[in-house]
């Protein structure tokens, strides 16, 4: 009986293997194929821009005071109706993250008061360089929308006076 166990298991172990030979497989061909990540996935960063195309960051440093990871930064200059890059007075003329530190715990996102920073899908980052891996405003920016103008924009004197927009119902 002892001599027939090893037989016994390796008929085991290869009824396994034929088994799973016609099940379907769980592993994806990363990169050609990716898995779709889940709703709440935190990934990189977004800056969004209004449907006109204007920029939703004022440049306020909120996300940047509320990062426990010291990794935005924040620089911000005035708009005027010929050079307009958000509605209000101030836009963000730099904005960096250093997404070697980010932790990716979206206390950036809560803390922003017009929604300008969400985060995305995108968790696709390497670097070969710490400098490559601060991300400036024109990577983390949002494209313009369809029908949308890019900034700065001129615009219409006493039109954009509001920095924050009302907001009925924000988003969580
Ligand atoms: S996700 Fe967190 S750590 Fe990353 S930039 Fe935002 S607040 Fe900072
Ligand atoms: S992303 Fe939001 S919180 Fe950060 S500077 Fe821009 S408007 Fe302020």
């Known amino acids: 009986m002892r001599v027939l166990e090893p037989l016994i298991e390796l008929a085991r172990g290869l009824w396994t293997t034929l088994r799973m030979m016609f099940e ?65 007075e101030r836009y963000a003329s730099t904005y960096e993250i250093n997404m070697l530190r980010c932790i990716y715990c979206g206390f950036c996102e809560d803390a922003c008061p017009t929604e300008a920073i969400t985060l995305g899908d995108q968790y696709e980052l390497s670097f070969t360089d710490r400098r490559q891996a601060i991300y400036p405003k024109e990577m983390l920016i949002e494209p313009v929308p369809t029908g949308g103008q890019p900034t700065p924009q001129k615009t219409e004197p006493g039109v954009y006076t509001r920095s924050v927009p009302e907001m009925k119902d924000p988003k969580d």
């Open 24 to 88: 379907k497989p769980v592993t994806v061909q990363y990169p050609e194929q990716k898995k779709p990540v889940m709703p709440r996935f935190r990934g990189r960063h977004i800056l969004h821009r209004y449907e006109n195309g204007l920029e939703k960051c004022i440049g306020c440093s909120l996300c940047a005071a509320a990062c426990p990871a010291d990794a935005i930064f924040v620089e911000s200059s005035e708009n005027t109706d010929e050079k307009r890059f958000s509605p209000g």
